[in-house]
């Protein structure tokens, strides 16, 4: 679609954009990428903002990666178990211990491993798509949901779901 094309349909879209999303919202909720602030977009009591809140408060898959890692006889630190799940996922050097461990000794929870750096490569490939098409279509125009369009897209290209897969790389 030409940005001309897009443009004739744009103000129709009103405040619609990813903002408005809870689906997509949900989705990096479980992937720990949560924002108080996205949970004000959704009106009070709404089917939206109630599925919003039960994620806000759940684990994120890096806690059910980690607490899988537990039952799988890892020696995974209290403090990483028992982490604030609204909190966003830091990097952890006992965490890297453990990751390095597996890679050098565990095939089968290595490649579960090597499937966490799938899905965060192909989130971060996905937000630069998305980030490129919105400059090619719009611009530096502001996005439909009141964003700053592509300059707070660019912001989130390159942010890592899962830092410490990343971060061991130049230790194995």
């Known amino acids: 679609m030409t940005p001309l094309e897009f443009l004739s349909f744009r103000e129709r879209l009103d405040a619609a954009s990813g903002f408005q999303s809870d689906q997509f919202r949900q989705v990096e909720f479980v992937l720990g990428v949560k924002s108080a602030q996205t949970l004000q977009r959704f009106p009070d009591g709404s089917r939206a903002r109630l599925a919003l ?3 806000y408060r759940a684990p994120t898959l890096w806690d059910a990666f980690l607490h899988y890692l537990a039952r799988e006889r890892y020696v995974v630190p209290p403090s990483d178990l028992e982490r604030d799940v609204i909190a966003p996922v830091t990097p952890s050097p006992g ?4 990751l390095i461990d597996v890679y050098r000794h565990d ?3 290595a490649e579960l491993c090597e499937r ?8 971060q490939e996905w937000r630069y798509r998305h980030v490129k098409m919105v400059e090619r ?5 502001h996005g439909t949901g009141g964003s700053a369009g ?4 660019r912001e989130t290209v390159g942010r890592a779901l899962f830092p410490d897969l990343w971060a061991i790389r130049t230790q194995l």
């Open 116 to 123: 966490l750096v799938d899905l965060d490569e192909g989130i």
């Open 53 to 55: 809140e039960r994620r």
């Open 137 to 141: 279509t719009i611009g530096t125009r």
């Open 95 to 98: 965490i890297q211990q453990i």
């Open 150 to 153: 592509a300059a707070y897209l």
């Open 107 to 109: 095939p089968k929870n």
